[in-house]
């Protein structure tokens, strides 16, 4: 009586390298939402336009946690990337809210969105930031094509966001602006996020 379906839906992709952890939801009768855990840097789905989605700072040229990790995966070549995109002023190519695109080089993945999560003790209203990176890393997908999209637990590390929170914000904006994708994932790095995470589907995606 619930969203939750088991992941193992008729044609339904996994990750390539990943197995069949996780579990899928359904957003609309053409779009699904998965939850599972993993290493994002790993993920992809084969033969389709796809991307990750990179939790970045401002500056956009790399940094600790998922973002160094995705630096190493893709090469050089990211942050040359990355590098090129126009900043807006001085030091920042990407404010907080807001997402940017590059190529994905050496990463499974295509294309690398690249968003900014708030610093949860360092704005006012940092759930309208957190909203705002979600939507604009999906309007920047719709732009590009993109039909498959995973996201890790933006502002969840470095960033210090609350687990529960961020959960509620990611699954309920992906619920009213996702559905133009075939499939969106969240793809987490530890036990304690990932049933955050289904909770709050639990919760918002009821059938
Ligand atoms: N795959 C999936 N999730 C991961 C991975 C991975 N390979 N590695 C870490 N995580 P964080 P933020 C999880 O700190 O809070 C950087 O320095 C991690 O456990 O990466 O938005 C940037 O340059 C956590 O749950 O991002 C920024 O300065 C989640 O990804 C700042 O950190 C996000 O943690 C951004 O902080």
Redesign the pocket.
């Known amino acids: 009586a619930n969203g939750r379906r088991r992941s193992s839906i008729a044609g339904v992709s996994t990750m390539a390298n990943g197995g069949d952890n996780g579990v899928t939801f359904q957003l609309t009768p053409s779009s699904l939402l998965k939850i599972q855990k993993g ?3 790993q993920w992809s789905v084969d033969g389709f336009s796809d991307a990750i989605v990179n ?3 401002e500056r956009m040229l ?8 995705i630096h190493r995966a893709a090469g050089p070549e990211l942050r040359d990337a990355c590098y090129k995109v126009p900043e807006v002023r001085p030091g920042v190519r990407c404010p907080t809210g807001e997402a940017r695109i590059t190529p994905g080089f050496r990463l499974p993945a295509s294309h690398v969105i690249h968003t900014v ?1 708030p610093i949860y003790d360092a704005v006012p209203n940092p759930k309208a930031y957190l909203t705002n990176s979600y939507r604009n890393s999906l309007r920047v997908a719709k732009e590009n094509n993109i039909q498959y999209i995973a996201f ?8 210090g966001y609350p687990f529960d929170e961020a959960a509620t914000v990611a699954i309920s904006t992906v619920k009213e602006f996702g559905s133009d994708l075939k499939e969106v994932h969240f ?4 036990d304690e ?1 990932y049933d955050a995470w289904l909770k709050a589907a639990n919760e918002l995606l009821q059938s």
């Open positions: 290493d994002i840097t939790p970045a700072n790399g940094g600790g946690g998922a973002d160094g990790a999560g890790p637990a933006i502002s969840c590390g470095v960033f793809v987490l790095f530890s996020i």
